[in-house]
């Protein structure tokens, strides 16, 4: 059986170029190697205040991004984390097994913690929600970035504690990292990881910045007192343009510094923002022009059918916990399975506008439409008669 790999990233703030290398880039060269689901995880995003439209904004322009940086809908899938609702499930069910001790240990909750005044539950009980979104897939590797990794261990500590209690229930990831750029460092402070949450205009280059400001972030990147390049006494923010520059060409370390040893400052910030443009125009075009909306959707539909199908998967042979809730869930999506690969959802099967990504129904009155998710109820077909 072919392993499964499964990583994730928030749709908040903008892409940079810190993400494409430490994420992106990575899982494009996985994907054809494994069973892949990659996760755009919205319910992680409102760890903090998010306004809807943004948000499903961000959603969109997120997995139009995925696709633009060689993410193949052919073979991988894209998820929306709150369409699938066993992601929300489980990690109930995973914090009733979990001790506060261990959450308190985690460093980035601590980091965050200190910088607000408020600090909501959601934030603290993060590191669980992620534990679900991998554990609940079976996923045998979850490519994470560096600051990510005490997370993942926890992962493995939660699964390690449930099958303990309940028996060989979940299966312990591993990790895999990329050889270089697994951790881009602000440019205004090479010190701190590139953030998307970070507000300073120097910090980060975004993927869909214009040309003209991704020069200008890049020429006011932070070197040292230098005058040129020297790789047996730079600082690190000279290394981490450096970096940049060959996680970008995948260039070896002798070709690096027998090209850009002695290189003045002006004309290696010049040669990255030239390389950073090249890669932000190939990203725009793609998140313009590659798909229809009603192809773009049909996209994201499939990646979530075929999550579903996975977790009913699991539910039939006892792999994964079996709860009333989640196979009624899975019966009432049956249809989703009974139409052809090739037949798409329309738009008159919908019953709405085919857009990329559904909205919330706040005038029906039911209360359960997912304000903040990709999906609604009103974007599943309506049920065949003859489904069982």
């Not at 994420?23 to 996985?30: F, G, H, P, Q």
């Not at 998820?79 to 308190?104: D, N, Y």
């Not at 923010?237 to 070709?255: C, E, K, P, R």
């Not at 090739?342 to 990329?356: C, F, H, I, K, Y």
Request: with cysteine; hydrophobic share 40%; charged share 25%.
């Amino acid at each position: 059986m072919i392993p499964r790999v499964l990583s994730g990233v928030q749709p908040s703030g903008d892409l940079h170029i810190g993400n494409y290398l430490g994420a992106l880039a990575n899982w494009v060269r996985i994907q054809y190697d494994y069973e892949s689901i990659f996760c755009i995880v919205d319910l992680h995003a409102i760890t903090v205040y998010q306004k809807p439209d943004e948000l499903r904004a961000k959603i969109r322009e997120l997995a139009a991004l995925f696709l633009a940086a060689g993410i193949d809908p052919k073979h991988s899938r894209i998820v929306v984390q709150s369409t699938v609702p066993a992601h929300a499930e489980l990690a109930w069910l995973l914090t009733c097994v979990t001790p506060m001790g261990w959450l308190e240990r985690m460093t980035q909750f601590k980091a965050k913690a200190a910088a607000q005044e408020s600090v909501g539950d959601g934030l603290f009980q993060y590191p669980v929600l992620m534990a679900a979104d991998i554990l609940l897939y079976q996923a045998a590797i979850v490519p994470v970035g560096e600051d990510q990794m005490q997370h993942l261990e926890l992962t493995r500590d939660i699964a390690q504690r449930f099958n303990s209690l309940y028996g060989e229930t979940f299966t312990m990831p591993a990790t895999k990292l990329p050889d270089f750029g697994a951790r881009v460092m602000g440019l205004d402070d090479p010190t701190a990881k590139m953030s998307k949450s970070a507000t300073g205009a120097g910090h980060a280059v975004a993927l869909l910045d214009p040309p003209d400001r991704i020069r200008k972030t890049i020429m006011r990147a932070t070197t040292d007192s230098n005058p040129a390049v020297d790789f047996e006494a730079m600082g690190p923010g000279v290394a981490n343009l450096l970096q940049i520059l060959q996680a970008f060409s995948g260039w070896t370390n002798d070709q690096m510094r027998a090209h850009f040893t002695g290189l003045r400052y002006g004309d290696l910030k010049k040669t990255v923002a030239e390389m950073v443009e090249i890669a932000s125009a190939l990203a725009a075009d793609g998140q313009n022009g590659q798909f229809t909306a009603a192809e773009f959707r049909d996209r994201l539909d499939n990646g979530r059918k075929v999550a579903i199908q996975i977790l009913e998967f699991f539910d039939r042979h006892g792999v994964t916990i079996r709860r009333g809730d989640l196979r009624r869930m899975n019966k009432h999506r049956l249809d989703l399975f009974r139409r052809p690969a090739d037949e798409p959802p329309s738009a008159a099967s919908l019953g709405r506008e085919a857009s990329p990504v559904g909205r919330p129904d706040f005038k029906s009155g039911g209360g359960r439409e997912p304000v903040f998710g990709g999906f609604d109820s009103h974007s599943l077909p309506p049920r065949s008669r003859n489904a069982g």
